[in-house]
């Protein structure tokens, strides 16, 4: 899993460092993505030559990930100085105020496992990884059917995360449920689904969507055998992530994904590294 995370992490400074140049240098357009509130324009994000902030955010998630997995063993300020750092360039620069709050979740569980909670990690992250497993996919449905049923509460909870409860509930009424899926074209605002849980139900299916969440418990379960601390976090993390993005279900952005499918057919992949809390 080293191996991985290390060129993962080569790989997405490498290609983050290019991007920007392009852009910097007016080879690859940097748009402008206005936020806004209500109908106004209150505040100007730029892409930096990536599809969208959101997608430059992604790849800077990544790298804290990699970092995390990497220098479990060896963690310390310099490494949570780090994470901060990129805490700021998310938040300062591109405004992402998912990839964020992640980073400071990712921040708070890697300390509490590291220094508070030690040895017992392992028994408060499986726990909080199988809530989290049910809660995630939960929370995003739960609140789009009372979203449809005109709930101020979770009107509110739309509001706060860009209109993704708004834009999924529109897109599963527009969509008829399918056990293999949908065409699913992004052509209209009211369709981007920019949630994993949606994403994959409306456009891979009901039997995909129920797969998919088996292989991530199956995932869960073989990371707390084999007591492996820092990749139980990053799945656990990753799973909030995509209530609020879909770039967890895609590869080059969610490297978890390598690791676990490589993970069936070499079950001791996650002992290798020897990087369990112990």
Not at 15 to 40: H, T
Not at 145 to 152: P, Q, T
Not at 177 to 204: M, P
Request: positive net charge; contains cysteine.
């Amino acid at each position: 899993m080293n191996k991985i995370a290390k060129f993962v992490l080569i790989f997405s400074i490498i290609y983050i460092f290019v991007i920007v140049c392009l852009s910097g240098l007016g080879i690859i357009e940097n748009k402008l993505y206005p936020r806004y509130e209500g109908s106004m324009p209150v505040l100007a994000r730029f892409s930096y030559g990536f599809a969208n902030p959101n997608a430059l955010a992604a790849f800077l998630f990544q790298i804290a990930c990699c970092l995390v997995y990497l220098k479990w063993n060896h963690w310390n300020i310099m490494e949570n100085f780090l994470i901060l750092l990129l805490f700021w360039v998310i938040y300062s620069f591109l405004n992402c105020r998912t990839v964020s709050i992640l980073i400071m979740l990712l921040l708070i569980l890697v300390n509490l496992c590291k220094y508070k909670l030690k040895d017992k990690s392992i028994i408060f992250l499986k726990y909080f990884s199988l809530f989290s497993l049910i809660f995630c996919p939960f929370f995003s449905f739960l609140t789009v059917i009372l979203y449809g049923k005109a709930n101020s509460s979770a009107a509110l909870i739309s509001d706060l995360l860009s209109h993704r409860i708004r834009n999924l509930f529109f897109s599963l009424n527009y969509y008829d449920i399918s056990i293999f899926g949908n065409i699913y074209h992004r052509h209209k605002d009211f369709l981007i689904v920019d949630n994993a849980y949606g994403n994959i139900f409306i456009h891979f299916g009901v039997l995909v969507f129920i797969l998919y969440m088996v292989l991530y418990l199956i995932a869960i379960n073989y990371t707390i055998k084999f007591k492996n601390v820092p990749f139980l976090i990053l799945l656990t993390v990753y799973l909030y992530y995509g209530i609020m993005e879909g770039y967890i279900i895609n590869p080059y952005s969610n490297f978890t994904i390598f690791i676990f499918s490589i993970m069936f057919y070499n079950r001791n992949l996650l002992t290798s590294d020897k990087t369990e809390c112990m």
